[in-house]
T-cell receptor, first 112, second 110 residues
Framework: GAVVSQHPSWVICKSGTSVKIECRSLDFQATTMFWYRQFPKQSLMLMAT?????????EQGVEKDKFLINHASLTLSTLTVTSAHPEDSSFYIC????????FGPGTRLTVT | RKEVEQDPGPFNVPEGATVAFNCTYS??????FFWYRQDCRKEPKLLMS?????NEDGRFTAQLNRASQYISLLIRDSKLSDSATYLC???????????WGAGTKLIIKP
């Protein structure tokens, strides 16, 4: 139990385009999901806390207009990277809270 | 100063050896502590929680020293499959937000 999926697992896009990443809790409902970003050889950095039915809470330094989060149902949160730039290339990981955090497999984004 | 600090390694260890990692945290109000394991290009997976009394799970032993604000992980009889990055994680409060160390890379050699 407690499986979290992410889609896509990897994506390459051109600079200036937008990319949507989905995070789904497959066998449980999650009112709270978290979005992280991890650069090579660095720790996971929390970007935002996604709450079902309400606005996401963003960490300091994370632009909410650039990283749009929608948590429209108890099993789905989406992160949209708008007007992506090469510096947005990273490993994006979501987690869903069910007494503890269960992590998705991550999405590797490369912006060319 | 980083909130959670770890030696990045890599630790190159022969198979069968015992290896220990330490991690220090800066906020004395931290409440919960964890060790996660992350394989290359994969998501982190919970290895074990760390309790004040220390806890053991098979070949793995975790200890917490609140006075000195450090956490340790000991791996005995290391296996090739133990090769991974080990992440020290601290939870400050009840909202389940986790603070992550950058990880210690472990390489087990045959």
């Amino acid at each position: 139990g407690a499986v979290v999926s992410q889609h896509p697992s990897w994506v390459i896009c051109k600079s200036g385009t937008s990319v949507k990443i989905e995070c789904r809790s497959l066998d449980f409902q999650a009112t709270t999901m978290f979005w992280y970003r991890q650069f090579p050889k660095q720790s996971l950095m929390l970007m935002a806390t996604s709450n079902e039915g309400s606005k996401a809470t963003y960490e300091q330094g994370v632009e909410k207009d650039k990283f749009l989060i929608n948590h429209a149902s108890l099993t789905l949160s989406t992160l949209t990277v708008t007007s992506a730039h090469p510096e947005d290339s990273s490993f994006y990981i979501c987690s869903a809270l069910n007494y503890e955090q269960y992590f998705g497999p991550g999405t590797r984004l490369t912006v060319t | 100063r980083k909130e959670v600090e770890q030696d990045p390694g890599p630790f190159n260890v022969p198979e069968g050896a015992t290896v220990a990692f330490n991690c220090t945290y800066s906020n004395s109000a931290s409440q919960s502590f964890f060790w996660y394991r992350q394989d290359c290009r994969k998501e982190p997976k919970l290895l074990m929680s760390v309790y004040s009394s220390g806890n053991e799970d098979g070949r793995f032993t975790a200890q917490l020293n609140r006075a000195s604000q450090y956490i340790s992980l000991l791996i005995r009889d290391s296996k090739l499959s133990d090769s991974a990055t080990y992440l020290c994680v601290v939870n400050m409060d009840s909202n389940y937000q986790l603070i992550w160390g950058a990880g210690t890379k472990l390489i087990i050699k045959p």
